[in-house]
């Protein structure tokens, strides 16, 4: 089975940006693509050759930009086959981006700042609704859906909780819980996390505000499908499943949580397609 490994935060500094291959990638891809920049935020448009059924925001890992979905575009090319427009955003501090980047912000040479990587996510997620804004006055008032890989997951989680016209989400190896730190294993020997009580009181007071799992209700009839690796070092398994746990208790919840016994931070191609499927079945 292909496993596709994603960076968090693990490979920091590979920082994936295709440039001089746009022709090539159009090939490979097979579909109507354009970069566009949207109210300052550099986006892929993806469309469907069929007409637009709804719009889907796809979000990159932590290290990457929006162009991870020319490199690898299995999933992309499954949401077009289903109709789906696809918009595929530079999180904030990432690809295109103006203003400071992710390297800037989350790390001080060696030490990593979960707090400004928290940060990111959550400006990442306000900019779905600028996006959303955006297609709703070119017309486009169909529902609408997010999906995203590790930093993407996170972004997903919250998205689903900020906006109430984004009603299905499908995250993947990512988690609605932010005051998660990475374990040891999940960082190269050289670098630490910062765990000093000024920056975890930090990062406890600001996801006691803005993380999605202190929100439950929030997530009150919307649909959401994660999936995580159990040997994940990025992610703390067990607070995820215990937010599924509460999340289901609550009544018009429709959540669903599948866990993959043997994966680590990384995809793989049974996890693209339960997404695909997820969001045909689900955005009407």
């Given at each position: 089975m292909k496993l596709k490994k994603w960076i968090t935060y693990s490979a920091f500094f590979s920082f994936l940006f295709?440039?001089?291959?746009?022709?090539?990638?159009?090939?490979?891809?097979?579909?109507?693509?354009?970069?566009?920049?949207?109210?300052?935020?550099?986006?892929?448009?993806?469309?469907?050759?069929?007409p637009v059924r709804s719009i889907l925001f796809v979000c990159h890992g932590f290290s990457s930009s929006k162009n991870q979905f020319l490199e690898d575009a299995e999933l992309v090319k499954g949401l077009l086959q289903k109709g789906f427009m696809v918009i595929a955003p530079d999180n904030s501090g990432h690809g295109d981006r103006k203003g400071s980047s992710f390297k800037d912000r989350a790390f001080n040479e060696s030490i990593i700042n979960i707090f400004s990587?928290?940060?990111?996510?959550?400006?990442?997620?306000?900019?779905?609704?600028?996006?959303?804004?955006?297609?709703?006055?070119?017309?486009?008032?169909?529902?609408?859906?997010?999906?995203g890989i590790s930093m993407g997951g996170f972004v997903s989680f919250k998205t689903l909780v900020n906006d109430y016209r984004v009603i299905c989400a499908a995250p993947m190896i990512?988690?609605?819980?932010?005051?998660?730190?990475?374990?040891?294993?999940?960082?190269?020997?050289?670098?630490?996390?910062?765990?000093?009580?000024?920056?975890m009181n930090k990062l406890k007071r600001y996801s006691d505000k803005n993380s999605p799992h202190h929100h439950l209700n929030a997530f009150k009839g919307k649909r959401l499908l994660a999936q995580n690796g159990q040997l994940d070092a990025h992610v703390h398994i067990k607070h995820v499943q215990s937010f599924?746990?509460?999340?289901?208790?609550?009544?018009?919840?429709?959540?669903?949580?599948?866990?993959?016994?043997?994966?680590?931070?990384?995809?793989?191609?049974?996890?693209?397609?339960?997404?695909?499927?997820?969001?045909?079945?689900?955005?009407?």
């Open positions: 295709i440039s001089g291959m746009q022709g090539e990638q159009s090939n490979s891809i097979n579909c109507d693509y354009r970069f566009l920049n949207i109210d300052g935020i550099p986006v892929i448009e993806f469309r469907p050759a069929s990587v928290r940060e990111m996510i959550d400006e990442s997620a306000n900019d779905i609704s600028k996006l959303i804004d955006h297609y709703e006055g070119l017309g486009f008032n169909t529902p609408f859906g997010i999906t990512g988690s609605p819980v932010w005051e998660d730190v990475p374990s040891e294993k999940g960082i190269p020997p050289h670098m630490n996390i910062d765990r000093s009580d000024e920056a599924f746990s509460a999340l289901n208790q609550v009544p018009g919840s429709k959540a669903e949580l599948i866990v993959y016994p043997d994966l680590y931070h990384e995809t793989n191609h049974q996890m693209i397609e339960r997404v695909i499927r997820f969001f045909d079945e689900n955005m009407n």
